[in-house]
């Protein structure tokens, strides 16, 4: 365990002297920022005003770009690190390989969660200054989908960085990855459904199983229980899970998918070659 932090402080401090982490923290806190600026607390959608309406907003911009900050700078990490020589110096020193690369995941995840969640604290508290109704549960629920978000995103990071043999490839292949994603939110599904002529129910499954999508429907499904602007679908993904249960199936969902590419990512970085 003292092996696991000591790794996990290194990267800390590493992200920390690095220009991604700067960037990093100032888009999400002027993201806060610019929504103040514009108001955008004294407008209303679907009845949803103040504090409520911002948190919206925060986390579809979140959505967006969080993925491939985390995917582009994490690839980096075990690829960046073999290219660079720092193999042969860690298998001089006694360090585990487990503790290495999970200690790197936790150093990482903490500097990915924090400024993100700092931002929302920062809203919370200019709303509570400025005498603004904190909705306390959406705040809490949205914490925990940028949490599992982080996660999984991190893991798949983790797993692409193992297994590609440069910085290059992998940075290449985490932005295909993301690509990927976002292009299979909606546009191209609906194609297939209507040419295939594929059932709603095998469409919605494979929709479901995009991280990215399961985070857009959780972040809607707050403000929109009955998931209106889904059309026919809501009642697919509402029949199945219920709205609860969609909820905790959005967290548990990319949460797990998140660990098991780590985990893999780790037995492929164990049985490679490392130098």
Do not use: H
């Amino acid at each position: 365990m003292s092996q696991l932090w000591l790794t996990a402080k290194l990267d800390i401090v590493e992200s920390l002297r690095s220009r991604w982490f700067l960037i990093y923290t100032l888009v999400f806190g002027g993201i806060v920022a610019l929504l103040f600026l514009f108001g955008l607390t004294e407008s209303r959608v679907l009845g949803f005003i103040g504090l409520s309406r911002l948190l919206v907003t925060y986390i579809q911009l979140t959505m967006a770009i969080l993925p491939i900050f985390v995917l582009i700078t994490t690839v980096r990490s075990v690829a960046g690190d073999r290219e660079a020589g720092v193999y042969e110096y860690l298998l001089s020193l006694p360090v585990s390989l487990s503790a290495w690369f999970w200690g790197k995941i936790l150093g990482r995840y903490l500097m990915i969660f924090l400024p993100v969640f700092a931002a929302m604290v920062v809203a919370v508290l200019i709303g509570l200054v400025r005498e603004i109704e904190v909705p306390w549960g959406m705040f809490g629920y949205y914490t925990a989908l940028l949490a599992t978000m982080g996660a999984c995103f991190l893991g798949i990071g983790m797993l692409v960085s193992a297994l590609a043999r440069s910085t290059d490839m992998a940075q290449g292949a985490a932005f295909l990855i993301w690509l990927t994603l976002l292009l299979f939110l909606d546009l191209i599904l609906l194609g297939v459904m209507i040419q295939g002529k594929v059932s709603p129910e095998t469409a919605i499954a494979v929709a479901l199983a995009n991280p990215l999508q399961v985070f857009r429907t959780a972040a809607l499904s707050l403000f929109d229980p009955q998931l209106i602007v889904l059309g026919p679908s809501a009642f697919v993904i509402l029949d199945t899970f219920g709205a609860t249960g969609y909820q905790i199936f959005a967290l548990a969902y990319p949460l797990a998918l998140g660990v098991v590419c780590a985990t893999v990512g780790y037995l492929a970085f164990r049985r490679g070659d490392l130098p």
